[in-house]
């Protein structure tokens, strides 16, 4: 209900409108910031109309998990500070392939999957078509940097039978205060298998699926981006805005969180045969 309220009161708040002008292409070689702040950051605060994605980029963007986690506007602000904008930057980038906006999920995220966009996105679609000029003002941005010469990092892969058996017991852990992830996670998303007749663990095939579903709210090598971890974890210690299920952890240094941490990073069970 507060969150609820909270949420009201941001949408009613005031916000810079305008269109982003057009980017210059210069050719720079690095994604530049000062027509990211002139452009870019424009269309997160934008009021949206009903049924114009599912909102203002900003009101998600700031509370919840995931590579691209805005700075929240201080009390009463309409815009970022130069310094909150540098931060915002650094995130933002991490949605962007520099010179190449078809690879980039700022691009394709909130674009209609008719028009080249992909194939969902949480917060619903923005850009019908693509001379929509917020997504011309993303591509410019985009194309205006050259591509990186840097090897593309090496991406961790989730391992599955870690999964299996280090954290699915989580799933299945019951904590002081707290309902268990599975007694309302056998029932919405992401979905847990449903334990019927007395059985205590998911089997191969149930795990499997588990482990499909749950890799949705998982970004590989990046804990603090994982909707897995950062939505029953407290807010006062980064943890999403709000979790219908509640805040299971105080902090980052839960065992629990640290397990699941070490899954995200890639850690595998070797040698393990089941
Ligand atoms: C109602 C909440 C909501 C709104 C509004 C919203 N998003 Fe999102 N967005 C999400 C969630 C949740 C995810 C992660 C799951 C997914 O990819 O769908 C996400 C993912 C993304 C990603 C990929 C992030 C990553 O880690 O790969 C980008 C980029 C993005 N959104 C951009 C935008 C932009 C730009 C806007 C506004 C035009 C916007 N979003 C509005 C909820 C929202
Ligand atoms: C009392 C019921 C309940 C319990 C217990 C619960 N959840 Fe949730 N969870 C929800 C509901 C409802 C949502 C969707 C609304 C929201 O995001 O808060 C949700 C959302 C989530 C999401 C975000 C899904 C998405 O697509 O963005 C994650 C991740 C999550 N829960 C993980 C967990 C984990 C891990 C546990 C156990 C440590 C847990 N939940 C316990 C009810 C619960």
Request: aromatic share 8%; hydrophobic share 40%; proline share 8%.
């Amino acid at each position: 209900m507060t969150w609820l309220l909270f949420v009201l009161g941001l949408v009613a708040a005031p916000h810079p409108a305008g269109p982003p002008p057009a980017a210059q292409s210069t050719a720079g070689r690095e994604l530049d910031f000062e027509t990211y702040r002139r452009t870019i950051e424009p269309i997160f605060l934008k009021e949206r109309a009903p049924g114009e994605g599912a909102g203002r980029c900003v009101n998600c963007h700031a509370r919840i998990a995931t590579r691209m986690r805005l700075q929240p506007l201080s009390e009463g602000a309409s815009t970022w500070t130069e310094a909150q904008s540098r931060q915002n930057f650094e995130v933002v980038k991490r949605v962007v392939v520099a010179g190449d906006p078809a690879s980039s999920p700022l691009a394709v995220h909130p674009l209609a999957p008719a028009v080249g966009g992909d194939q969902q996105h949480t917060g619903g679609k923005f850009w019908r078509a693509q001379d929509n000029p917020e997504y011309q003002a993303v591509v410019a941005w985009i194309k205006a940097a050259a591509p990186s010469a840097a090897p593309a990092t090496a991406k961790a892969t989730l391992d599955f039978e870690f999964f299996r058996q280090r954290v699915q017991p989580i799933f299945l852990a019951k904590r002081p205060g707290h309902a268990r992830c599975i007694s309302c996670h056998d029932n919405g998303q992401p979905r847990l298998v449903a334990l019927e007749g007395g059985e205590t663990m998911w089997n191969e095939q149930q795990s499997r699926q588990n482990f499909a579903a749950w890799q949705r709210v998982v970004v590989p090598g990046d804990p603090e981006a994982s909707r897995l971890l950062m939505h029953p974890l407290a807010k006062e210690v980064g943890g999403d805005h709000f979790h219908a299920g509640g805040k299971h952890w105080k902090s980052k240094s839960d065992p629990e969180w640290q397990t699941l941490a070490a899954w995200v990073r890639g850690e595998r069970l070797s040698g393990s045969s089941r």
